[in-house]
T-cell receptor
């Protein structure tokens, strides 16, 4: 059984640029959730994709967007990067389109915005 | 918005000692989860508690869900250096597709 993988591991971008982060869900899972974890904080929910549709969203602006593909892998896109977007971005996969199911996290992508 | 407060924020103890960390909220949660996160990695699920008053044991770790389902605790007996990490509690934000609400975590360091 393959676990959740994310790419890239680390990324450095300049303010105003755009970034795409990728996540492959665990085998058999159809739901992917994305979280932002700032230094010293717990993860904050960005949004969730279930069967290729956005299924729920946290308190993040529209410049945070995503996609889920037929194989249930997912992308997180962030436009017009700001310094405060520097964080660890985590994706979590689960089966069933709610947070009530156990979520399995990937190792994260560390994004630094300068 | 449902908030989870974790305490203490930092804890450093010697190997072999016992410890308890706490997760509290003013809101009722249908379930709570505990995760452990090591540097450079994603959180790893330790346990899910769903029934008020429930106690679950995972080797030297004991998890308790409060009777009113507003709080939880994690007790570690005879801590080991491998227990070092960030311990996070989390619960469903809205009960549906609203993701998980996390506390800020307890940074635990077990010194040899």
């Amino acid at each position: 059984e393959t676990g959740v993988t994310q790419s890239p591991t680390h990324l450095i971008k300049t303010r105003g640029q755009q970034v795409t982060l990728r996540c492959s869900s665990q085998s058999g899972h159809n739901t992917v959730s994305w979280y932002q974890q700032a230094l010293g904080q717990g993860p904050q929910f960005i949004f969730q994709y279930y069967r290729e549709e956005e299924n729920g969203r946290g308190n993040f602006p529209p410049r945070f967007s995503g996609l889920q593909f037929p194989n249930y892998s997912s992308e997180l896109n962030v436009n017009a990067l700001e310094l405060d977007d520097s964080a660890l971005y985590l994706c979590a996969s689960s089966f069933g389109g709610t947070s009530l199911y156990e979520q399995y996290f990937g190792p994260g992508t560390r994004l630094t915005v300068t | 918005t449902q908030l989870l407060e974790q305490s203490p924020q930092f804890l450093s103890i010697q190997e072999g000692e016992n410890l308890t960390v706490y997760c509290n909220s003013s809101s009722v949660f249908s379930s709570l989860q505990w995760y452990r996160q090591e540097p450079g990695e994603g959180p790893v699920l330790l346990v899910t508690v769903v029934t008020g008053g429930e106690v679950k044991k995972l080797k030297r770790l004991t998890f308790q869900f409060g009777d009113a389902r507003k709080d939880s605790s994690l007790h570690i007996t005879a801590a080991q250096t491998g227990d070092t990490g960030l311990y996070l509690c989390a619960g469903p934000s809205g009960g549906g597709a609203d993701g998980l609400t996390f506390g800020k975590g307890t940074h635990l360091i077990i010194q040899p």
